[in-house]
């Protein structure tokens, strides 16, 4: 199992990555992979 200081920071990243897509959903109307990626 897993250190839980990398569970957190696994949880960190994953709603860094989903506000990003909010962000892009929201100026764009859409979120495509390669904006996702380019941020």
């Given at each position: 199992m897993?250190?839980?200081?990398?569970?957190?920071?696994?949880?960190?990243?994953?709603?860094?990555?989903l506000?990003?897509?909010?962000?892009?959903?929201?100026?764009?109307?859409?979120?495509?992979?390669?904006?996702?990626?380019?941020?």
């Amino acid at each position: 199992m897993p250190p839980k200081t990398t569970a957190v920071r696994n949880s960190t990243a994953v709603e860094d990555y989903l506000e990003r897509i909010l962000e892009l959903i929201n100026a764009k109307g859409y979120a495509r992979v390669v904006d996702i990626a380019s941020s």
